[in-house]
């Protein structure tokens, strides 16, 4: 019998970079888009155009699945409420991606374990022992060197990606408690369709003409949201979590080289090291939850 060319665990990594690198991809299009405008409202209309062309993508995906049952989808008003949780979050992250350079928000971003942590010793009443505090603040601290208050280049808009990052980790404490065996695809789905709707609205403030090549962008940028779910749901089905949740750190890179190739971004020494130290942060946390037993 034949040994695989490659095993789950490999698979299972392989899967969370690509997954990483087509939510960046993604919202690298959505930046360009934003820069030929250069009006922040624009984002509303972008967002809105890239949800309906992403529930055509992952519509065409579960009804090959069998899994398009609108009747189940819409039966969790719970996974409304966290398709909420997910549009405030896209509002905060999107401006980040407009006004700070395209490394520094996902470096930012990546603090959402963090939050995770904190919030659920503060909240969930969940035991943090002083390995994980210390991780915690050296996270923290990470963050103080990212933004360098004693410049603060970019202004104050680094607060936009941090409160991202809390909204996402509210989010995530909020999914813990839905009931009901839903499919991975099914919950993007409806988090897509509430999102969509949510920035829907929003757009009705301005509107914007788009070009044709702007609408090809949406389309590819769409097709490359869908394809990050669908990466981020067979990394979970190869693999266990424990094995492939430190590489969603990758998306830092994907992020980092974006920006340099695309928009000719060049971040600073404090930024890398911020990066790190974020990065360190929270593959200790993450080797706690391991030995806890809470990552399987």
Same mark, same amino acid.
């Given at each position: 019998?034949?040994?695989?060319?490659?095993?789950?665990?490999?698979? $299972?990594?392989?899967?969370?970079?690509?997954?990483?690198?087509?939510?960046?991809?993604?919202?690298?299009?959505?930046?360009?888009?934003?820069?030929?405008?250069?009006?922040?409202?624009?984002?509303?209309?972008?967002?809105?155009?890239?949800?309906?062309?992403?529930?055509?993508?992952?519509?065409?995906?579960?009804?090959?699945?069998?899994?398009?049952?609108?009747?189940?989808?819409?039966?969790?008003?719970?996974?409304?409420?966290? $398709?909420?949780?997910?549009?405030?979050?896209?509002?905060?992250?999107?401006?980040?991606?407009?006004?700070?350079?395209?490394?520094?928000?996902?470096?930012?971003?990546?603090?959402?374990?963090?939050?995770?942590?904190?919030?659920?010793?503060?909240?969930?009443?969940?035991?943090?022992?002083?390995?994980?505090?210390?991780?915690?603040?050296?996270?923290?601290? $990470?963050?103080?060197?990212?933004?360098?208050?004693?410049?603060?280049?970019?202004?104050?808009?680094?607060?936009?990606?941090?409160?991202?990052?809390?909204?996402?980790?509210?989010?995530?404490?909020?999914?813990?408690?839905?009931?009901?065996?839903?499919?991975?695809?099914?919950?993007?789905?409806?988090?897509?369709?509430?999102?969509?709707?949510?920035?829907?609205?929003?757009?009705?403030?301005?509107?914007?003409?788009?070009?044709?090549?702007?609408?090809?962008?949406?389309?590819?940028?769409?097709?490359?949201?869908?394809?990050?779910?669908?990466?981020?749901?067979?990394?979970?089905?190869?693999?266990?979590?424990?094995?492939?949740?430190?590489?969603?750190?990758?998306?830092?890179?994907?992020?980092?080289?974006?920006?340099?190739?695309?928009?000719?971004?060049?971040?600073?020494?404090?930024?890398?090291?911020?990066?790190?130290?974020?990065?360190?942060?929270?593959?200790?946390?993450?080797?706690?939850?391991?030995?806890?037993?809470?990552?399987?």
């Amino acid at each position: 019998m034949k040994k695989p060319i490659i095993n789950n665990e490999l698979l $299972g990594i392989l899967y969370m970079i690509l997954c990483q690198f087509s939510f960046a991809t993604n919202d690298a299009m959505v930046k360009f888009i934003y820069q030929n405008f250069d009006e922040i409202y624009v984002l509303n209309q972008v967002i809105f155009i890239r949800g309906l062309f992403a529930l055509f993508f992952i519509g065409i995906f579960l009804y090959f699945k069998n899994l398009l049952n609108f009747k189940v989808i819409f039966s969790s008003r719970q996974l409304s409420i966290r $398709g909420l949780f997910e549009s405030f979050a896209a509002i905060c992250f999107f401006v980040g991606v407009a006004m700070l350079p395209f490394g520094m928000v996902y470096v930012l971003l990546s603090l959402a374990p963090i939050f995770l942590t904190t919030f659920g010793a503060l909240f969930l009443n969940e035991k943090v022992r002083w390995r994980r505090w210390t991780a915690v603040i050296f996270g923290f601290i $990470g963050v103080v060197v990212v933004i360098n208050p004693t410049k603060l280049e970019f202004g104050f808009y680094f607060i936009f990606p941090l409160l991202s990052a809390i909204l996402l980790s509210f989010r995530d404490m909020y999914t813990k408690n839905i009931k009901g065996n839903f499919h991975s695809l099914q919950i993007a789905f409806i988090t897509c369709l509430v999102v969509t709707i949510f920035f829907g609205f929003l757009s009705i403030y301005k509107f914007y003409y788009f070009s044709v090549k702007d609408y090809l962008i949406l389309f590819v940028s769409s097709f490359f949201l869908s394809l990050g779910y669908i990466f981020s749901i067979a990394t979970i089905k190869v693999a266990l979590v424990s094995v492939t949740s430190t590489f969603r750190y990758s998306v830092i890179i994907w992020g980092i080289l974006y920006g340099y190739f695309f928009f000719n971004e060049i971040p600073k020494t404090n930024t890398y090291i911020g990066a790190v130290m974020i990065v360190i942060s929270g593959l200790i946390i993450i080797s706690r939850q391991k030995q806890l037993g809470k990552i399987k």
